[in-house]
């Protein structure tokens, strides 16, 4: 094979894409008349949706429609208490939002812990969602603060806006409850409390770049070392991210140091690892375990 100046054999021949029509609408009804179709292809940041295209996983529709155009879109605002993150809100611009970082901690957290700035900058909430991955980072922390998925679309030619709970969007990897015709403009999150706090930890083979082998989201309030209002997500140890309601029920309203030994108890049988690439079933219930009891030993000292 010849070689590049620079040494590298040049990449073979890509399979040629048939993509017959490239759109890019500028308001929320023209992109949504234009899934009516069925047959489109969502483009938001594309750092899931080109890797996969180019790795066969993922064949593209004869229309592509990037929606980066739509201002419906894009933003992040506060009204009657619960936040609006637009679907094309980048994990930079949550990064950079000091609202978030003081009342969503685990969501900054997440940012704070995903790929590099320049993934950051153009990989989307709205993507992440959408793209279904046991791991995805930021679906984690958003189940813990009850987060809505708001989707539209336009059955018989009228704008419709539906909002279902995130943690039902999920089907399994890579698929949700979205139809081919509908789009996620937006998720909602009420307001928590001030006094819930929250927090993540993810857990990858090297420190940078890496997706995540488990991930743990926590959520409480805390007072006189007991939690109320728990909520405890885990990803990479089931076929999607998952809320785990026996143990927040192991957690609420007991008295921490107490109740850690039943949380990890409760954890270990709500979670079903597989072994692939990133770690073996037995490391991730390793990983959930001592990183979990770390989380609850470091908030009982809070
Ligand atoms: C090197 C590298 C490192 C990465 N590191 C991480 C990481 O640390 N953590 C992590 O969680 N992920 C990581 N990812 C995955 C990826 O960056 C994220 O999942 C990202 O948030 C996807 O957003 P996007 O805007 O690029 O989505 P896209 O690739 O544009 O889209 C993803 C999927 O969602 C659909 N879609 C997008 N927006 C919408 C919408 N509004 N409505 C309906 N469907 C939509 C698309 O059709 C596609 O199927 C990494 C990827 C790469 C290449």
Same mark, same amino acid.
């Given at each position: 094979?010849?070689?590049?100046?620079?040494?590298?054999?040049?990449?073979?021949?890509?399979?040629?894409?048939?993509?017959?029509?490239?759109?890019?609408?500028?308001?929320?009804?023209?992109?949504?008349?234009?899934? *009516? #179709?069925?047959?489109?292809?969502?483009?938001? &940041?594309?750092?899931?949706?080109?890797?996969?295209?180019?790795?066969?996983?993922? =064949?593209?529709?004869? +229309?592509?429609? %990037?929606?980066?155009?739509?201002?419906?879109?894009?933003?992040? #605002? !506060?009204?009657?208490?619960?936040? *609006?993150?637009?679907?094309?809100?980048?994990?930079?611009?949550?990064?950079? %939002?000091?609202?978030?970082?003081?009342?969503?901690?685990?969501?900054?957290?997440?940012?704070?812990?995903?790929?590099?700035?320049?993934?950051?900058?153009?990989?989307?909430?709205? &993507?992440?969602?959408?793209?279904? #991955?046991?791991?995805?980072?930021? /679906?984690?922390?958003?189940? /813990?603060?009850?987060?809505?998925?708001?989707?539209?679309?336009?059955?018989?030619?009228?704008?419709?806006?539906?909002? +279902?709970?995130?943690?039902?969007?999920?089907?399994?990897?890579?698929?949700? =409850?979205?139809?081919?015709?509908?789009?996620?403009?937006?998720?909602?999150?009420?307001?928590?409390?001030?006094?819930?706090?929250?927090?993540?930890?993810?857990?990858?083979?090297?420190?940078?770049?890496?997706?995540?082998?488990?991930?743990i989201?926590?959520?409480?309030?805390?007072?006189?070392?007991?939690?109320?209002?728990?909520?405890?997500a885990f990803g990479?140890v089931?076929?999607?991210p998952i809320?785990a309601?026996?143990? !927040?029920?192991?957690? !609420?309203?007991?008295?921490? @140091? @107490?109740? /850690?030994?039943?949380?990890?108890?409760?954890?270990?049988?709500?979670i =079903?690892?597989?072994?692939?690439?990133?770690? #073996?079933?037995?490391?991730?219930?390793?990983?959930i375990?001592?990183?979990?009891? !770390?989380?609850?030993?470091?908030?009982?000292?809070?």
């Open positions: 094979m010849p070689r590049s100046p620079l040494g590298a054999a040049p990449h073979p021949a890509a399979e040629p894409i048939d993509i017959r029509t490239y759109l890019a609408p500028r308001s929320l009804d023209e992109a949504t008349e234009a899934l *009516r #179709s069925g047959a489109v292809t969502i483009l938001a &940041g594309g750092t899931d949706l080109m890797p996969q295209s180019k790795g066969g996983r993922v =064949r593209y529709h004869p +229309t592509l429609m %990037n929606i980066r155009r739509i201002p419906d879109l894009q933003g992040i #605002s !506060e009204a009657s208490g619960a936040v *609006r993150f637009g679907a094309l809100t980048t994990v930079t611009e949550l990064l950079e %939002n000091a609202f978030v970082r003081s009342r969503f901690k685990a969501l900054w957290q997440a940012c704070d812990h995903f790929a590099s700035d320049q993934l950051r900058n153009i990989a989307t909430i709205g &993507g992440n969602i959408c793209n279904a #991955s046991p791991a995805g980072d930021l /679906i984690v922390p958003l189940l /813990i603060f009850d987060a809505q998925v708001e989707i539209a679309s336009r059955p018989n030619g009228v704008l419709t806006k539906r909002t +279902t709970p995130l943690r039902d969007f999920f089907v399994g990897p890579g698929r949700t =409850r979205r139809a081919p015709d509908e789009l996620v403009t937006a998720i909602e999150v009420p307001l928590p409390d001030e006094r819930f706090i929250s927090a993540f930890f993810k857990f990858g083979t090297r420190p940078a770049l890496d997706i995540s082998a488990i991930s989201g926590l959520g409480a309030a805390l007072s006189d070392g007991m939690l109320d209002n728990v909520r405890v990479a089931a076929p999607t809320r309601p026996q143990t !927040e029920a192991a957690l !609420e309203g007991r008295p921490l @140091a @107490a109740a /850690i030994d039943a949380a990890l108890a409760a954890a270990d049988a709500e =079903r690892p597989i072994s692939d690439v990133r770690a #073996s079933a037995w490391y991730r219930r390793e990983l375990r001592n990183i979990l009891r !770390e989380m609850l030993d470091h908030v009982s000292q809070c």
